[in-house]
């Protein structure tokens, strides 16, 4: 939210974000026809955006951003009034999903279809009071518990049912998304939780037309990864080992020290590997490998994070050799651009009556969702070619197939 303030005021670029920088190629090499994505297709602008959300903690957003640390104290100073005006609205929230934590902000009453309602209530009024056209809804909440799809989670009825009786099995990242759908808001999850991965919600987003996506996004050591070890399968070198490792102390690092959160992360980063480098198909390259990723909370770092991969690989012969990674990131700065793109892709989806899950947008998680049955694509080119085709086929443009035999004919 600060990030949009200061480049609507010209205080900073929004560098990282595809939506605001990118260019997408129409037509041959040699036409010399590169527009701007936000020319090609119809995005909503940044100064008609107004933000909004629920936190279990009553900071404003300046306080928020001022003990998230991550802002120079001269840019928060700019974007203080901005930040003050935004207060949370008081959280669903189950500590059972997320233990590390607990804040006052929250709804209390009734069963969790009543909250599923004061959610929707809150849409509404949110909507209502700022004048908007159209809404987006993206999961910015903490990790919650790694759980697998139940009974309830089954249909539309099943998961009524379940908020009437006030199952355990819904998670409150779940009566969110629940709440968005049937507000008619596009959802999406950056976080690595089930969430709406589940028939119930993605057919509810299908039945009122609305485009979802998820889950938890590729900002950090899954990026690097999905950079690297396409490029290592694309020249058939073997890999025996990867070893990764981060330290990170904001507040998503102290959730991820308990170990049901942490079991949500660690699937969305352990998936990436396999299904890039195929070990079915390639044994004798991939069919050994050891994968390991750690995440340990380290307060004086903030969110600063520290991400450290140990590689082995193997070439000709079988000869071994070593990749090491020190990648000294940020986590929200890599983070922000991705929940702009998100928003306004999601929005642009929307108008042009995408509905169900959102393949095109696989480029910014770490665990695309996908019909069932279809692995995901996690090499970050393809998801990329993925996502401008898409736009070029939104607006009846050719596809580039990078063929390249039409110049030589
Ligand atoms: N680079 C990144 O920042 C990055 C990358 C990939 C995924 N993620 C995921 O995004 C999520 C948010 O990360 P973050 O660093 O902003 O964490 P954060 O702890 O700074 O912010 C999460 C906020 O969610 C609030 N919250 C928790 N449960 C809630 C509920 N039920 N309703 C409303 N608010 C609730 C918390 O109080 C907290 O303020 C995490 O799941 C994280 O793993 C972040």
Known sequence: MAGVQAVRKGWGAPVGSLTQLGTVRLGKRTDNNTPAIKDFVPLAGLDDLVFGGWDIFEDNAYAAAKNANVLKPELLDKVKPF??????????????????????????????MDKAEALIADIAEFKKANKCDRLVMIWCGSTESFTKPTATHQTLASFEKGLRKNSKDIAPSQIYAYAALRSGVPFANGAPNLTHDIPALLDLARDRGLPVCGKDFKTGQTYMKTLLAPGIKARMLGMNGWFSTNILGNRDG?????????????????????????????????????HAVRINYYPPRGDDKEGWDAIDIFGWLGYPMQIKIDFLCRDSILAAPLVLDLVLFLDLAHRAGMKGIQEWLSFYFKAPMTAPGLYPEHDIFIQLMKLKNTLRWMKGEELITHLGLEYYD
């Open 83 to 112: 930040l003050k005006k935004i207060k949370p609205m008081p959280a669903v929230f189950d500590q059972n999903y997320v233990k590390l934590i607990s804040g006052p902000n929250v709804k209390t009453a009734g069963t969790l």
């Open 254 to 290: 102290e959730v991820l020290e308990d170990p049901g959160s942490f079991k949500s992360k660690e699937e969305t980063k352990l998936s990436v590997l396999d299904q890039i480098l195929q070990p079915k198909l390639y044994p004798d390259l991939y069919g050994d490998l050891y």
